[in-house]
């Protein structure tokens, strides 16, 4: 089962951020956030990871709280072609991904 | 160049029958996985294999085997398809024993047993 809480869905308009929360209260010391994508069920598509502290890569950043329970992925200038499912995973050692719900991100002009 | 890349892209077959999807990666990862993904959007790990051993086998019908030749191959054979093997089935590989390493998908075989 997924160690991961995400809301079903959320909206945002076309150039403001999009903020997308993720619970993971249960996450052992060692294991990593990451954060995938999947647009229309195309392959999951790798955003970024991190394990205490915040990262921001050309895609994104991920802010993680100082107790590790929840992190959101920032998408600093939403697109058009952002609109897909989120997927925030705790990764357990041996790289097994475990995918939950997800969120579906639209984003709408 | 695709990195991680599945052959074919869409198979529809009848029921009964034995297919197998084909997967390379180029990226000169030591870990490959399947997964399968049904009608509900349910992305599920199937199998993982390390350096051509089989390290994860999750609940899955032993219909299905897959079979690694080398490091950058990982193929899944299916025996006598079931109507409920439909589902899109994903590829994927990355770098294990460094938890910073992320996985590559392919972009998935579409299959359809009618």
């Known amino acids: 089962d997924a160690k991961t809480t995400q809301p079903p869905s959320m909206d945002c308009a076309e150039g403001r951020a999009a903020n997308l929360p993720c619970n993971h209260s249960?996450?052992?010391?060692?294991?990593?956030v990451y954060w995938y994508r999947q647009i229309h069920s195309q392959g999951p598509q790798y955003i970024i990871h991190?394990?205490?502290n915040n990262e921001t890569n050309e895609m994104a950043s991920l802010i993680i709280t100082e107790d590790r329970k929840s992190s959101t992925l920032i998408l600093p200038h939403a697109t058009l072609r952002d609109t897909a499912v989120y997927y925030c995973?705790?990764?357990?050692?041996?790289?097994?991904?475990?995918f939950g719900q997800g969120t579906e991100l639209s984003v709408k002009p | 160049d695709t990195a991680v890349s599945q052959t074919p892209k869409y198979l529809v077959t009848q029921m009964g029958n034995d297919k197998s999807i084909k997967c390379e990666q180029n990226?000169?990862?030591?870990?490959m996985y399947w997964y399968k993904q049904d009608s509900k959007k349910f992305l599920k790990i199937m199998f993982s294999?390390?350096?051509?051993?089989?390290?994860i086998n999750e609940t899955v019908p032993n219909r299905f085997s897959p079979k690694s030749p080398d490091k950058a191959h990982l193929n899944l054979h299916i025996n006598s398809l079931e109507l409920g093997d439909s589902a899109v089935y994903f590829c994927?590989?990355?770098?294990?024993?460094?938890?910073?390493?992320?996985?590559?998908f392919g972009q998935g075989t579409r299959l359809t047993v009618v």
């Open positions: 994927a590989s990355s770098r294990v024993g460094q938890g910073g390493a992320e996985a590559f």
């Open positions: 249960t996450i052992s010391g060692n294991e990593y």
């Open positions: 991190g394990l205490k």
């Open positions: 995973i705790v990764r357990t050692w041996g790289g097994k991904l475990i």
């Open positions: 990226l000169g990862h030591d870990t």
């Open positions: 294999y390390n350096n051509k051993e089989l390290i």
